[in-house]
């Protein structure tokens, strides 16, 4: 995953869903957005993510979903994706790949209690 803190600030996301309508209806959408989510904290250092949310994370279409993410603060806006398109709306934005934590359901029945990968 990719995550960027743009260089100015968005106060419009016109065009975007908030997260929890983008989320009904596909099982594969939540494991997406909880990668993103995790990937944004993962990240936290680097790009100046200190934890807050203005409000609910809208999800958008570049040529793949991207997570927006306005923080509390002074409204600095955060962006993950899984590909790094991100630079042909901001140039200058800073940037950050983390790897994605895996996402999936297996059976803890073994004794070592970890995932089967």
């Not at 934890?51 to 923080?71: T, W």
């Not at 901001?90 to 089967?116: F, Q, T, Y």
Request: net charge negative; aromatic share 8%.
């Amino acid at each position: 995953m990719f995550v960027y803190r743009l260089t100015e600030p968005i106060d419009s996301f016109g065009g975007l869903i908030p997260m929890d309508d983008w989320l009904v209806g596909d099982p594969g959408r939540a494991a997406w957005a909880l990668q993103a989510v995790l990937a944004l904290a993962d990240a936290a250092d680097a790009p100046g993510w200190q934890g807050d949310m203005r409000h609910l994370p809208m999800v958008g279409g570049l040529p793949a979903p991207a997570l927006r993410v306005k923080q509390g603060n002074n409204g600095d806006c955060f962006v993950i994706s899984a590909t790094d398109d991100i630079h042909r709306l901001d140039a200058r934005a800073l940037s950050v790949e983390v790897a994605n934590r895996p996402i999936g359901a297996w059976s803890l029945d073994d004794d070592s209690h970890e995932p089967p990968f």
